[in-house]
């Protein structure tokens, strides 16, 4: 009777994982990789059986078997095709699998599947997402509507970026400062189509005498002020949000824009810069205020000295 007992607590123990268990299984896939001739991804999968053997290793782009690893067999490697790739068994094992010349076609959700041997017969699976990326051809192009501006002039900048997979996104910088981004639609099935990105900024050039003194602008800390996105407009069918910002102008008078095209964080291209000036810089006053109201109080005082003089010439 004790040994019946003892069987059954042993036996519970196997249930709950007490003697041999498949723990901790992971997998490391990198979000996304280039795609290319000699192009590659390392795939790993982590995992403790604690004192069971191991069966199989198997790995899967989403429903296809393309890696099997069996230690009991002879060789233990086994590879099935993948689509315009390879597998580099010498760098292929129990732990990893390389797959190399990769392509677009290639993305997806990838899965290690863990089976341990006897007497545990457990079996675990998890996956996660790979993109492969193909990036623009050419770098961002960024048109201005003018180059010249006066203050509460409203500048309108485009920027295109060539077909790549997946769209990139865009960000808006002025003066090296990130103000703005538009993320680029994704479809929710994998079509691998290669698809342009586009985005429309509005800029508003403001007084500075709008503003109280906080508000000046200098290199490290530049006085933006940042506005919901507007409205959508429909051209060609296709939907385009238009970002508005708005600013005080520096006192240079001049700012430099510019877009940057970004793919997760294995591509980033940026257009020239384009440099923005003011068509007559107003010299800063040393109060801090704007210079206009300056040359206001300059020209009454100006006005009163030339009339006092007049006066005098007359009495004499």
């Not at 390389?98 to 545990?120: K, T």
Request: proline share 6%.
């Amino acid at each position: 009777m004790r040994r019946i007992c003892h069987l059954f607590v042993l036996f519970l123990c196997l249930l709950d994982g007490g003697v041999w268990s498949l723990r901790n299984l992971s997998i490391s896939v990198p979000r996304a990789v280039l795609s290319g001739e000699g192009q590659s991804a390392l795939l790993r999968c982590s995992y403790d059986l604690e004192g069971a053997a191991l069966y199989s290793i198997r790995w899967y782009r989403a429903e296809d078997e393309f890696y099997r690893y069996v230690p009991r067999e002879m060789p233990p490697s086994m590879v099935f095709p993948l689509p315009g790739a390879s597998v580099d068994l010498a760098q292929s094992d129990h732990q990893q699998v390389r797959i190399v010349n990769m392509n677009r076609r290639l993305s997806g959700d990838y899965q290690c599947e863990v089976s341990a041997d006897a007497p545990l017969f457990h079996t675990d699976i998890r996956s996660a997402p790979l993109t492969v990326v193909d990036p623009p051809f050419r770098a961002p192009r960024l048109q201005i509507s003018r180059l010249i501006y006066e203050r509460n002039d409203v500048l309108h900048a485009n920027c295109s970026v060539d077909e790549a997979y997946p769209a990139p996104n865009i960000t808006w910088t002025i003066d090296g400062h990130k103000i703005a981004e538009t993320i680029s639609w994704q479809t929710s099935e994998q079509d691998f189509k290669e698809r342009s990105a586009f985005s429309q900024l509005e800029i508003t050039i403001l007084e500075t005498d709008h503003y109280k003194l906080e508000h000046t602008y200098s290199q490290d800390s530049p006085s933006y002020y940042k506005n919901h996105f507007s409205r959508n407009i429909e051209t060609d069918s296709t939907k385009h949000e238009v970002l508005r910002f708005t600013m005080t102008p520096p006192p240079s008078g001049q700012f430099a824009i510019s877009c940057v095209a970004t793919i997760y964080d294995i591509y980033a291209r940026s257009s020239d810069l384009v440099h923005v000036k003011e068509d007559s810089p107003r010299p800063a006053s040393v109060t801090g205020e704007d210079s206009s109201g300056f040359k206001t109080l300059c020209d009454v005082v100006l006005t009163f000295v030339c009339a006092c003089a007049s006066l005098a010439h007359t009495t004499l």
